[in-house]
């Protein structure tokens, strides 16, 4: 399927979800719980979705006996009615990550591809033709990343500033930022695979640990 048809293809929601240039990613820990899970605001602090790991339960064995940087896992990008959005997923992995983003009908939209180095995460993001739409890079322990589109110009940052009503609302060390450029528009899917790896580079980075 090419890009234009991917676009065609996604539904109603999934392209109000994606509307929006400013998401707010809340975690939600709870210890007794294997999966991660985050609550999404958008940037007038209204609950627009979710962010969920789906593990079987053999997965979940299996984290206790097997390093979780090697283990496959799947988050789900859900929207206020619990519907899924995006699915990130990744196999077993034996050195750098590589993780597929599919859109609600389970098709390829996205490659994400964990760059090899030594002080920062790099992530290079691909559309299904496997050309490259973005590039995460930044400093995981300071929590400032850069988003940049392939002619390396910036378009959107993930951190931890907070401003106006999200200051009132999110205070704590778990929660985080992410900001699209309004005018990165010129693809949906480019758009959803960019802020699909964006909004759970947090898992992606814990699970890759």
């Known amino acids: 399927m090419n890009g234009e048809n991917i676009v ?4 109603h929601d999934e392209t109000d979800f994606f509307k929006s240039n400013s998401y707010f990613i809340d975690e939600k820990v709870n ?7 985050y609550k999404v605001y958008n940037e007038t602090g209204e609950h627009i979705g979710a962010v969920t790991q789906r593990l079987s339960v053999g997965q979940k064995i299996l984290r ?27 196999g077993w992995t034996f050195w750098l ?8 009908k389970g098709e390829l939209i996205g490659t994400i591809k964990q760059k090899f180095s ?20 930044g400093d995981w322990k300071a929590w400032n990343f850069q988003i940049k589109d392939a002619s390396n110009n910036p ?29 990165f528009s010129a693809s949906v899917a480019h758009k959803q695979a960019v802020i699909s790896c964006a909004i759970t580079i947090d898992m992606v980075l814990k699970e890759s640990k």
Do not use: C
Not at 97 to 104: G, H, M, Q
């Open 8 to 11: 065609d293809a996604l539904t």
């Open 31 to 37: 210890l007794f719980k294997f999966e991660n899970a």
């Open 64 to 90: 206790l006996l097997v390093n979780k940087k090697m283990l496959p896992f799947q988050l789900d990008i859900l929207n206020h009615e619990g519907e899924v959005q995006t699915t990130i997923q990744r």
């Open 97 to 104: 990550s590589k993780i597929v983003v599919l859109n609600a």
């Open 118 to 137: 030594f002080f920062k995460p790099e992530f290079q993001i691909t559309n299904a033709e496997e050309k490259n739409i973005a590039t995460i890079t």
């Open 155 to 183: 378009i959107g940052t993930i951190n931890k500033k907070w401003a106006g009503l999200a200051k009132e609302m999110f205070t704590s060390a778990d929660k985080y930022n992410v900001t699209i450029d309004p005018g």
